[in-house]
């Protein structure tokens, strides 16, 4: 384990647990918080790091405020050109694939899923109701269309098939054979354009070495849940599998391996109620300075057990709940202040109108008292990152009041 000032101890001398506040801050740690900011516009490198430490951005079509990927960039390391974030997902060390969900991933990483490929082939192939079963022609013919025609989009191919319909999100035959291929590794992402995904075939867009490269499952799975362990620097065994969506007949296994070879480390925290185990690079901070804004897909909050164990926050999407039936909003950031979970704002980007509109702003149970102080700083910075004009800040809300008259009093 590495040694910094900052760390309460090492592998030496630190005891078999950790507090459950000192497990929030490793947590955080280890998802690139707490890093000292600096007046530096990030650029590619800085960005193409992210990715590297978080091991994926889950990828959202959700666009009421800011698709979701573009959010845990922001998130850590603050105000920078989203231009230069698609220079890095759509290059070609950046691919795409069902990791977590639907996720941009390191191109060295496809390999590990090659498994999950196959398994949802042999699915498909072993369903005679499935779409595939009824529809193999099409599939072909796609395969065909892109060796002829090279990367394309789905609504640039024509096809009478090629008209949406009512089920699978809308879907044409098209698409659907599309993601068909896509899951299964016969076709690939060669970037997107207006976020429609091209598709390619493999040969088109990976290198040889990332095509030719066939790692064995028991590797494969060694491989994920160690991305999987460093992203999380702590945790559960369900949480380490959860990450890349690996059975815990799968992960579990790993996770005893990497035991083994000194990469995790078998550690209690009190309250927990599961064993749980720490990265062995994972630093171990005495404080944590942050203040953020936390997509709903962003790795920290999006398993809702988790957050709840670490934070104590009682987290649930109420995109697809009825507008009735909502007790927070429709598109709900969690606010992050320190080590601590403490509010969330339902935030909506009006870009005809030019105005970052905060529709509800809640506090915790327990919130500091100096939240909305922290939190309209980061607002303002929000408004600036989209090229926006003002806040507005609708009443909803435990926080709205005070919401309100911080972001007046910086104008």
Request: proline share 5%.
């Amino acid at each position: 384990m590495s040694r910094c000032r900052r760390c309460v101890g090492t592998l030496e001398n630190m005891a078999q647990s950790l507090s459950p506040a000192l497990a929030r801050r490793v947590a955080l740690a280890a998802q690139g918080f707490g890093r000292v900011p600096t007046d530096v516009v990030p650029g590619v490198r800085q960005l193409g790091a992210v990715i590297d430490r978080l091991g994926l951005l889950q990828i959202d079509s959700v666009n009421v405020f800011e698709r979701s990927h573009y959010l845990p960039v922001f998130a850590r390391l603050g105000n920078y050109d989203k231009a230069q974030l698609d220079r890095v997902t759509y290059s070609p060390r950046i691919t795409e694939y069902w990791a977590h969900e639907a996720s941009f991933i390191p191109v060295d990483t496809l390999p590990l899923l090659r498994w999950r490929q196959q398994e949802y082939r042999e699915r498909a192939e072993a369903d005679a109701d499935s779409w595939f079963a009824a529809n193999r022609p099409m599939t072909e013919w796609l395969l065909t269309e892109l060796a002829a025609k090279g990367p394309m989009r789905a609504s640039e191919i024509e096809h009478e098939s090629n008209t949406r319909s009512g089920s699978w999100w809308g879907w044409s035959d098209v698409k659907r054979g599309l993601e068909t291929l896509f899951r299964w590794g016969d076709v690939v992402s060669a970037g997107r354009t207006r976020f429609e995904r091209v598709y390619a075939l493999p040969e088109q867009v990976l290198p040889a070495a990332v095509r030719e490269l066939h790692v064995a499952r028991d590797e494969a799975m060694r491989r994920l849940v160690s991305i999987s362990a460093r992203a999380h620097g702590v945790g559960t065994a369900d949480d380490i599998a959860d990450y890349f969506r690996l059975k815990a007949v799968d992960a579990v296994p790993a996770i005893r391996q990497l035991e083994e070879a000194g990469e995790l480390l078998p550690v209690t925290i009190d309250g927990w109620g599961k064993p749980a185990w720490l990265h062995r690079d994972a630093r171990l901070p005495r404080r944590m300075q942050a203040t953020a804004l936390l997509s709903p897909f962003d790795p920290v909050v999006w398993a809702r057990a988790r957050a709840l164990r670490l934070f104590d926050f009682h987290y649930r999407i109420e995109i697809y709940t009825p507008e009735p039936k909502r007790v927070f909003g429709y598109y709900v950031l969690p606010v992050l202040i320190d080590d601590q979970v403490v509010g969330r704002v339902d935030l909506k980007n009006d870009r005809q109108a030019g105005v970052l509109r905060v529709r509800a702003a809640w506090a915790e149970d327990g919130a500091p008292d100096h939240t909305a102080a922290r939190l309209a700083p980061v607002l303002r910075q929000t408004m600036q990152w989209q090229g926006l004009e003002s806040i507005e800040v609708s009443a909803k809300g435990n926080l709205a009041a005070a919401l309100a008259a911080e972001i007046s009093s910086e104008n």
